[in-house]
């Protein structure tokens, strides 16, 4: 692990909710080499144009969130001004792009639902970016098109604290928080990318990216603010997952935005939850439960359960009836992932056929179930292999878990 420890949950202070909704914006992490071009307020964007007309804000602040423009490219202000905004350091964008990469379409047996037969359309494909931050660490975002939609993963943090064995960031330890312009720049760099591709209008926005959301609570909401106020998106398509922070999920339950909540669940029973996602030997099933039940009474919205499938871990009839038992007096709806390899876990995926059958084994017992094949494994952008080369690897530390895998059942 490098650099500060991760933002604890118990030092931000709780903002009532009339001031998230209306009043100031509220305020994100500090960036670390200091303002960039999302992280300006209207009213520091008008310091930059004192002496211009007024409406020239608006209009600067609409290529910025709207067309994701440089100011080079607004070809509607005087060349003077365009000039003068190209070399203001506050409004330098916060990413280097590092890497490109790009898998066409779908990929076999990916998710298709309501898709036209036969050829794959031009708005289907997935693009991954790694992003360099100005002080070093880097992030992924991964842009996903389907016949119908667009949607973007973006990244909450630079790396995870957490220590989730099976997934690649969580096995390469925790930078930094990002703050909300660096969330916002993520989003508004893939709705251009959407355009300049001939996708589906971008509309949608999963915190699936790397770090863990409800661990930099003030970045991830400010920039749900400017996601909804500035670019235009619908906080109903925007979908906050968490291994779960019960704090933060009481947080967004208090403050009763219509955001998605998405639980990365993976094992519903203590024990075992424990071992796949540590975070749980804090907060365990029970007060998760109740958080959750909390969320889904403020704001009327289904929670979703992800739940990777390990072969020999979690993927037993018995599993499937603990997770029935977590689900149903939440009415969620469960997502079945089959676990994607990452380089420091041992341990495979269920097989498809098999996943087909324990989603099933949930409907059979009253759960809404849906597999949910994961896209960009082929340029690793699949849930849970995000982890940029340019940090530091923590060597793996073997968990019971995978002492028992590699000793017997496991790969
Ligand atoms: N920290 C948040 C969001 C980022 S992780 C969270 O954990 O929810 C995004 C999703 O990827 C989570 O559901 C996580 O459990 C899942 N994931 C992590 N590693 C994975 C892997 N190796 N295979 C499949 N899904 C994985
Ligand atoms: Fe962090 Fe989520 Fe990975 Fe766990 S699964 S280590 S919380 S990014």
């Given at each position: 692990m490098t650099g500060r420890p991760a933002e604890s949950f118990e030092t931000i202070p709780v903002a009532p909710a009339e001031q998230v909704?209306?009043?100031?914006?509220?305020?994100?992490?500090?960036?670390?080499?200091?303002?960039?071009?999302?992280?300006?307020?209207?009213?520091?964007?008008?310091?930059?144009?004192?002496?211009?007309?007024?409406?020239?804000v608006a209009q600067v602040w609409d290529a910025l969130y709207r067309r994701g423009a440089d100011s080079g490219e607004c070809t509607d202000l005087p060349l003077g001004l365009r000039d003068r905004l190209a070399a203001h350091p506050s409004l330098a964008p916060s990413l280097v792009k590092l890497a490109e990469l790009e898998a066409d379409g779908e990929?076999?047996?990916?998710?298709?639902?309501?898709?036209?037969?036969?050829?794959?359309?031009?708005?289907?494909?997935?693009?991954?970016?790694?992003f360099g931050l100005e002080d070093g660490p880097s992030v992924e975002t991964v842009l996903m098109g389907y016949h119908d939609r667009s949607t973007v993963c973006v990244s909450s943090q630079a790396g995870c604290a957490m220590g989730c064995t099976f997934c690649a960031t969580g096995?390469?330890?925790?930078?930094?928080?990002?703050?909300?312009g660096e969330i916002v720049e993520q989003v508004v760099v893939a709705a251009r990318a959407a355009r300049e591709r001939g996708m589906r209008?971008?509309?949608?926005?999963?915190?699936?990216?790397?770090?863990?959301?409800?661990?930099?609570?003030?970045?991830?909401?400010?920039?749900?603010?400017?996601?909804?106020?500035?670019?235009g998106l619908s906080a109903r398509r925007i979908t906050v997952s968490t291994v779960g922070v019960v704090p933060g999920i009481e947080r967004m339950a208090a403050e009763g935005r219509p955001v998605g909540l998405a639980l990365s669940l993976h094992a519903a029973n203590d024990a075992l939850r424990s071992e796949?996602?540590?975070?749980?030997?804090?907060?365990?099933?029970?007060?998760?439960?109740e958080a959750c039940?909390?969320?889904?009474?403020?704001?009327?919205?289904?929670?979703?359960?992800?739940?990777?499938?390990?072969?020999?871990?979690?993927?037993?009839?018995?599993?499937?009836?603990?997770?029935?038992?977590?689900?149903?007096?939440?009415?969620?709806?469960?997502?079945?992932?089959?676990?994607?390899?990452?380089?420091?876990?041992?341990?495979?995926?269920?097989?498809?056929?098999?996943?087909?059958?324990?989603?099933?084994?949930?409907?059979?017992?009253?759960?809404?179930?849906?597999?949910?094949?994961?896209?960009?494994?082929?340029?690793?952008?699949?849930?849970?292999?995000?982890?940029?080369?340019?940090?530091?690897?923590?060597?793996?530390?073997?968990?019971?878990?995978?002492?028992?895998?590699?000793?017997?059942?496991?790969?």
């Open positions: 909704e209306g009043g100031a914006r509220e305020t994100s992490v500090p960036a670390p080499g200091g303002q960039r071009r999302y992280d300006l307020d209207r009213a520091q964007l008008s310091d930059i144009l004192a002496g211009e007309p007024s409406f020239r990929e076999p047996g990916g998710d298709r639902r309501g898709a036209p037969d036969g050829q794959r359309t031009g708005a289907e494909g997935t693009v991954k970016w790694v096995q390469a330890g925790f930078s930094r928080q990002l703050t909300r209008r971008l509309g949608n926005v999963v915190f699936m990216g790397m770090g863990e959301p409800l661990a930099n609570y003030r970045s991830v909401s400010a920039a749900i603010t400017s996601l909804t106020a500035d670019v796949l996602v540590p975070q749980n030997r804090r907060y365990g099933l029970a007060k998760l439960s039940s909390a969320w889904t009474r403020r704001t009327g919205r289904r929670l979703s359960l992800e739940w990777a499938c390990m072969k020999g871990v979690n993927d037993s009839s018995r599993d499937m009836a603990e997770l029935a038992g977590f689900a149903r007096p939440l009415g969620a709806h469960v997502n079945l992932i089959p676990l994607n390899s990452t380089p420091g876990w041992r341990c495979e995926a269920t097989p498809a056929g098999t996943v087909e059958e324990l989603a099933d084994q949930l409907r059979r017992s009253g759960v809404n179930a849906t597999v949910r094949r994961n896209r960009g494994r082929s340029i690793a952008a699949a849930c849970g292999q995000l982890a940029a080369t340019s940090q530091p690897r923590r060597r793996p530390v073997p968990t019971m878990m995978e002492t028992a895998l590699t000793g017997g059942r496991g790969s």
